[in-house]
């Protein structure tokens, strides 16, 4: 007889970064930021009836299942009978998790396994979930209240970064100084981008403007009319 098939997903919040494997897949990495929750999904189906579906730690970390922590969380049908005393075990099942890492900057390698009724197993290639630090932004101002074209000095500094930017514009250093010339009010916004996330940091330079020039509404002359020398 044919194992049953057998999926794995390590996935974050949303569904939003997520790596799969299957009886057809080859192995596969996460990656992650340092201290961000990993939740896990495996699922077995078998035509026939499916026994058990679960979800191992091979290394570096446990599973956490309802506040409890092991190397392997299972999800095992019963086995029913008919009346003719034939086994009519549901064709499918699902197991969770959550991954707790022994270390917070170390991989863990987790996999799952399927078996039927018959003694048949299926184990999917493993996923590589990889914590990498998270990306910090800073940025600051020399002065953040000017009058209208006074220069400004922005420092911005960055940590773990791939990718730097100021509102929206790519900078060619990851640390660094730029001085601007501002005429009106305005946000600086420092993005800083690498493989798990991005982080921002805003500074705020206010431009005084200059004072209104008067206006001359009325102008009157008397007398009207003046000898030479008056």
């Keep these: 007889a044919n194992p049953p098939s057998t999926s794995l997903v390590a996935y974050q919040q949303g ?11 080859a192995s596969a990495e996460l990656l992650v930021g340092i201290g961000e929750p990993v939740y896990l999904l495996a699922a077995g189906l078998d035509t026939m009836g499916l026994k058990k579906v679960t979800i191992e730690a091979v290394s570096g970390g446990l599973i956490r299942q309802e506040g409890t922590l092991s190397a392997s969380v ?7 009978r008919n009346q003719s005393n034939e086994i009519v075990s549901p064709k499918n099942a699902v197991v969770i998790g959550d991954v707790e890492f022994n270390q917070p900057d ?9 078996e039927d009724w018959a003694g048949n197993v299926s184990i999917t290639p493993t996923i590589v979930i990889r914590p990498l630090p998270l990306p910090v932004a800073r940025i600051s101002a ?12 922005l420092t911005y500094e960055s940590e773990n970064a791939d990718e730097v930017l100021i509102n929206g514009v790519t900078q060619s250093t990851l640390n660094g100084q730029q001085t601007i010339n501002p ?4 946000d600086y916004i420092l993005e800083v981008k690498n493989q798990v996330g ?6 705020t330079v206010e431009v005084t403007p200059p004072p209104a020039m008067p206006n001359i509404r009325v102008f009157n002359v008397n007398p009207t009319n003046l000898e030479e020398g008056e």
């Design 15 to 25: 569904m939003y970064n997520k790596a799969q494997v299957d009886d057809n897949a």
């Design 198 to 203: 991005t982080a921002r940091d805003t500074v």
């Design 106 to 114: 170390q991989p863990v390698v987790v996999r799952a396994t399927s």
């Design 183 to 186: 005429n009106f009010s305005a």
């Design 74 to 80: 299972s999800v095992e049908n019963d086995t029913p």
């Design 142 to 153: 020399n002065r953040t209240r000017i009058d209208r074209g006074d220069p400004v000095t």
